[in-house]
Each structure stands twice: as structure tokens, then as C-alpha cells.
């Protein structure tokens, strides 16, 4: 059973369109993350949140946590190519060392 | 600043064989994870180390095992290989440790087991 729930599971879009991508769960986190991994390469960090409702912003990305905790979302204005990769979500529990990684969206920009 | 290595970068392995996988960092950070990632399962941590001489068990940790001896190397050894190891395994580490904390992950290890 996955903890965390990332939706769609694969997305191809045209360059210049607009998208989102959902992490959701039951379980309530006390800080998110969303990485981007390349093929052949290790994850990259993009954002951590750790507010309920805050909002971040990274060029073309807007990154929310949602009020309760439990889910989040990324929303990418003006897709791009070099957008394509496969995006992840990690939640963090209380103190724990250990981050719970959803399964990942994979996108796909065509130019 | 190299940051994270992995060796090998790819290994077909027999089963029942014993392998170790290696990662060493360069950022003196205090805590280090392995990871498999697996397709439609995302990233599953096997083991992890808080400080140099302790180690933790992740979500997936039967069949293998670490050990943290200084701040730098973390490897992690399957003693006798299964097909069901088969997979990418990345290794990542983080200044403190702390849950907010960046973690930089290294390039992986994609290792096959027949």
C-alpha cells in the first residue's frame, strides 16, 4: 500500500501548456518534498514545504501544501521540454529521519 | 566537488552471489540513506545511518545489510543475492539529518540479479 499517492501516474503535454500534478494521502506529514529525477540520474530536490497551506513558487512551478497536511500539489505554467522528467513527492513524519517517497508522475513535454 | 559516488555504476550478478555496493560522499554530512526504486513504486529506503556508528532499518531492509564505520562511506551488502533485488539502488545523504533537510542522492547503482 502506497503511502503517498501521486496522480496522473504519466502525463505527456504539448509545449506551452499548463499542468498539475497531485500527492495525496490519508496520513498527515509535518514537512513535503518534490524532487525531479532525470533518466540515469539520482533525484534533485525542488521545494520542501512545511506549513499547511503555504504556497511556493520556482520560475514556471507553484508548489502547495494543503491546509490539513496530507496532500500537495504542482502546478507547471507554460510547459517546456526540459520540464520532462519524473516528478516525485516525499512527506516526513513528526522527527523521523525518513522520508516516504510516492511512486511519481512521469511527464513528458513535446516540443 | 564530486558530492555522492556509487560504484558500481551497473553489475549483472548470479544469485545466491554476495555483492557490495559502495557510496561514499564528499560533504561531510552527517546522515546517509540507501534506497531501490522500483517501477510504479517510487523510492523505498533499505537502510539509513544518522551519524557515523549507527544505522537504521528503512521499509525494505531483509536481505541486506550496512554498516557506517566513518562520516564519509556507507555501503551496503547483499549477502546472498536474490532475483527480487533486482533493481536501481540510489544512495543519499543530508547535512543533519533533519526532516526538512535537502537530501542529495547519487547516480545509482542499476543491478540485475539472473
Known amino acids: 500500500t502506497q503511502l503517498l499517492e501521486q496522480s496522473p501516474q504519466f502525463l505527456s503535454i504539448q509545449e506551452g501548456e499548463n499542468l498539475t500534478v497531485y500527492c495525496n494521502s490519508s496520513s498527515v506529514f509535518s514537512s513535503l518534498q518534490w524532487y525531479r529525477q532525470e533518466p540515469g540520474e539520482g533525484p534533485v530536490l525542488l521545494v520542501t514545504v512545511v506549513t499547511g497551506g503555504e504556497v511556493k513558487k520556482l520560475k514556471r512551478l507553484t508548489f502547495q501544501f494543503g491546509d490539513a497536511r496530507k496532500d500537495s500539489s504542482l502546478h507547471i505554467t507554460a510547459a517546456q521540454p526540459g520540464d520532462t522528467g519524473l516528478y516525485l513527492c516525499a512527506g516526513a513524519k513528526d522527527s523521523s529521519y525518513k522520508l516516504i517517497f510516492g511512486s511519481g508522475t512521469r511527464l513528458l513535454v513535446r516540443p | 566537488i564530486a558530492g555522492i559516488t556509487q560504484a558500481p555504476t551497473s553489475q549483472i550478478l548470479a544469485a545466491g552471489r554476495r555483492m557490495t555496493l559502495r557510496c561514499t560522499q564528499d560533504?561531510?554530512?552527517?546522515?546517509m540513506y540507501w534506497y531501490r526504486q522500483d517501477l510504479g513504486l517510487g523510492l523505498r529506503l533499505i537502510h539509513y545511518?544518522?551519524?557515523?556508528?549507527?544505522?537504521g532499518k528503512g521499509e525494505v531492509p531483509d536481505g541486506y545489510s550496512v554498516s557506517r564505520a566513518n562520516t564519509d562511506d556507507f555501503p551496503l551488502t547483499l549477502a546472498s543475492a536474490v532475483p527480487s533485488q533486482t533493481s536501481v539502488y540510489f544512495c543519499?545523504?543530508?547535512?543533519?539529518?533533519?526532516?526538512?533537510?535537502?537530501?542529495?542522492f547519487g547516480p545509482g547503482t542499476r543491478l540485475t540479479v539472473l
Open positions: 543519499a545523504s543530508s547535512p543533519q539529518g533533519d526532516v526538512a533537510d535537502t537530501q542529495y
Open positions: 560533504m561531510r554530512h552527517n546522515a
Open positions: 545511518s544518522n551519524t557515523a556508528g549507527t544505522t
